[in-house]
């Protein structure tokens, strides 16, 4: 297969009506803090054991096409000695892998941040490709004050996420674009949609600039929210209708799919707001989910560490799954939380 059929292959796979992505990629200390919550010290065997327990849950595939494994699982594998890759796929989920290097202070941008891992990413993807990974995926972060993100903060990270998309699609791997504007904060809603259409518009001018296919891509953003320190917190309603306002206004139409990220939005909320904007009516891409915290979430709380809880785990993390397709295409209801 050519690069262009491979590409669009792996799109297909991905983008499906009322399926949407698994983040399960968390950073070493980011899964630690994850762990902590439920008294479970991050040892390799504990995060192989959970990211095992999340791979196995029977009938995943169903609503969930793809899952972004970190480096480390992808080496792993199931206790009969199955890659994890390979088991992701004959569920029918599509392997991906986390590839940036985490982010760092911008040097002459204080309070900014920037995402470093450009350097060998090529040679790197090379390897992942043979390791099983389809796709990749990079995370920008944006700090909002009424200051912040600066100028250069938007442009140098829309940039690394450009040059990273541009590198990826040459190896045949399809990118997730993911610019979060962090919740953090006490900013009204109205500044997070300011901040947000210009760090979407920086990124599109970058990502044409560096000749990257948008057919072959996946935008994973954030959606638009007040901050969570903010004294007064939007309902579904209005973080749909500013959200759409803001990627209509910097997605082309060309993007086949926008997988939002869940940022700290508990489990619930993040289904009800997906559910809210694909009750807006048709978009020109498909709204889907690429959530970590908000599908692990209450499987995690149910695992405890603990083998004998793998059943009940695997089915909270499966009724999020559920809920978020149903969501997906606009037919989520509170009600369906009791079932
Ligand atoms: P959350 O949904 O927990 O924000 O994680 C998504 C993700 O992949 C962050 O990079």
Redesign the pocket.
């Known amino acids: 297969m050519n690069i262009q059929s491979e590409l669009q292959a792996t799109v297909q796979a991905l983008a499906q009506q009322g399926k949407g992505i698994l983040?399960a990629?968390e950073s070493g200390p980011t899964i630690a803090k994850r762990f902590k919550t439920i008294g479970v010290a991050s040892s390799e065997d504990h995060r192989r054991a959970w990211r095992c327990l999340l791979l196995a849950a029977p009938g995943l595939g169903e609503f969930v096409s793809g899952v972004?494994l970190h480096e480390e699982t992808l080496g792993q594998c199931t206790d009969d000695g199955t890659p994890l890759p390979q088991w992701a796929a004959q569920q029918g989920m599509v392997p991906g892998i986390?590839v940036d290097a985490g982010k760092i202070a911008l040097a002459g941008a204080p309070g900014d941040e920037i995402t470093q891992g450009l350097d060998g990413l090529a040679e790197r993807l090379d390897a992942y490709k043979l390791q099983g990974a389809r796709f990749a995926?990079w995370?920008a972060v944006y700090n909002v004050s009424d200051t912040l993100p600066g100028c250069l903060a938007l442009k140098a990270n829309a940039q690394a996420l450009a040059r990273y998309a541009a590198i990826c699609q040459q190896c045949g791997i399809v990118p997730i674009v993911?610019p979060?504007v962090l919740i953090d904060g006490e900013h009204t809603l109205a500044r997070c949609a300011e901040v947000t259409e210009a760090v979407l518009h920086a990124v599109f001018h970058a990502l044409h600039g560096h000749k990257v296919v948008l057919e072959h891509l996946l935008l994973?953003p954030s959606m638009v929210l007040p901050g969570k320190a903010h004294a007064q917190q939007a309902g579904p309603a209005e973080v749909a209708a500013q959200t759409i306002r803001v990627l209509r206004r910097t997605v082309p139409a060309a993007v086949p799919s926008v997988n939002f990220?869940?940022?700290?939005q508990t489990p619930e909320e993040?289904t009800a707001n997906l559910d809210a904007m694909n009750r807006l009516g048709p978009q020109p891409w498909q709204l889907s989910f690429?959530?970590?915290?908000?599908?692990q979430e209450p499987a995690l709380q149910a695992w405890q560490g603990q083998a004998a809880h793998a059943r009940d785990s695997q089915q909270a993390l499966l009724k999020r799954a559920r809920l978020n397709s149903a969501a997906c295409q606009g037919r989520y209801s509170a009600p369906m939380e009791a079932a």
């Open positions: 983040a990629d972004i986390k995926k995370r993911e979060e994973k990220l869940s940022g700290g993040a690429s959530y970590g915290r908000a599908l």
